[in-house]
């Protein structure tokens, strides 16, 4: 997990509510990815971005916005318009986003819905 | 269609015998080809991934992985199995022509003292 940190580690979400999760890489990576997990159906691919003030919509992005301001920073928003955001939430960096490149994980965020 | 098989959701193997997690995919292209261990609520570790070259990938703690391009597997191995290797095991490819890495469901790998 080191390089990459991923905050709060726990997070509840009220109805109607957006919130915000954090996520920052040290390791001068140009690109970053957010992924879902839920049991039993590996990892799901939400947004992605190979430079900074650049992203593009992964297989499940709605419901999620993104942005990419800054090279180490990903931040991942939960709006209101996902019914069903109870999930860990995985935040990851590759040097580039060369398909040979190996991707980095941070500590993940557990969303629970209030 | 591009895809990742892990074909069993539970190992079960004694401490200090072989371990074998297995993983498919599906032929389009070029594969490169990785492992990831899981622990509970962590992120994932990369172990290991196979790019070009020789089929026999040696990774971390002592896990290697052979690329079988006939039988289109990427099977997990270690030669003795340690009860701290119990962990959530996912296989992830990723095609040439692709922007973006799959994963495998996971296995659970269980070891028993």
């Known amino acids: 997990d080191g390089g990459i940190t991923q905050s709060p580690k726990y997070l509840f979400r009220k109805e109607g509510q957006n919130v915000t999760l954090s996520c920052e890489q040290n390791?001068?990576?140009?690109?970053m990815y957010w992924y879902r997990q839920d049991p039993g159906q590996g990892l799901r691919l939400i947004y992605y971005?190979?430079?900074?003030?650049?992203?593009q919509k992964g297989d499940i992005a709605e419901g999620y916005s993104v942005s990419r301001e800054k090279k180490e920073s990903f931040p991942l928003t939960v709006t209101s318009a996902q019914k069903n955001p109870t999930a860990f939430y995985l935040c990851?960096?590759?040097?580039?986003?060369?398909?040979?490149?190996?991707?980095?994980f941070g500590p993940g965020t557990r969303l629970l819905v209030l | 269609a591009q895809s990742v098989a892990q074909p069993e959701d539970q190992v079960n193997v004694a401490e200090g015998n072989p371990l074998t997690v297995k993983c498919t995919y599906s032929?389009?292209?070029?594969?490169?080809l990785f492992w990831y261990v899981q622990y509970p609520n962590r992120g994932l570790q990369f172990l290991l991934k196979?790019?070009?070259?020789?089929?026999l990938v040696k990774g971390s703690y002592g896990f290697e992985a052979e690329f079988n391009k006939s039988q289109t597997s990427f099977h997990l191995k270690k030669p003795s199995a340690l009860v701290s290797d119990s962990a959530l095991y996912f296989c992830a490819v990723r095609y040439s022509s692709a922007s973006k890495i799959i994963f495998g469901s996971g296995t659970r790998l269980s070891i028993r003292p």
């Open positions: 196979y790019i070009t070259g020789d089929n």
């Open positions: 990851a960096s590759s040097p580039t986003g060369g398909v040979r490149e190996t991707q980095y």
């Open positions: 971005s190979q430079i900074v003030n650049d992203f």
């Open positions: 390791l001068n990576h140009d690109a």
């Open positions: 032929v389009s292209g070029n594969p490169y």
